[in-house]
């Protein structure tokens, strides 16, 4: 496990500035890197700390979880700061596409 940050991309907080709503702080969480993975997700728990709100809906394919299974989308930026200097800039991947799915009963 790693530790990652998700925020809301830039044009978005902008957006929530402009009209009066708060602003999404940062959430920061232990995540597994699956270099195999179809998609990227996150469960409901950040969401709901992001407050952010879905632009689609999608299938995930999601093997654990019984296999294909519909799951919100969400424009997020990832970073992945590094594990030991916090003086090193962390990995950032703006605008990734991340499903919702609860993961956690496994």
Partial sequence: FV???FSVPRAEAVRRRREGLPAAEPVEVQALIDTGAQVSTIGPTVVARLGVEPFDVGLANVPAASGIVPSARYILDLAVPHPSD?????????????????????
């Fill in 3 to 5: 530790t990652v940050r």
């Fill in 86 to 106: 916090p003086g090193v800039e962390p990995l950032q991947v703006p605008q990734l596409d991340i499903y919702e799915v609860d993961l956690t009963q496994f």
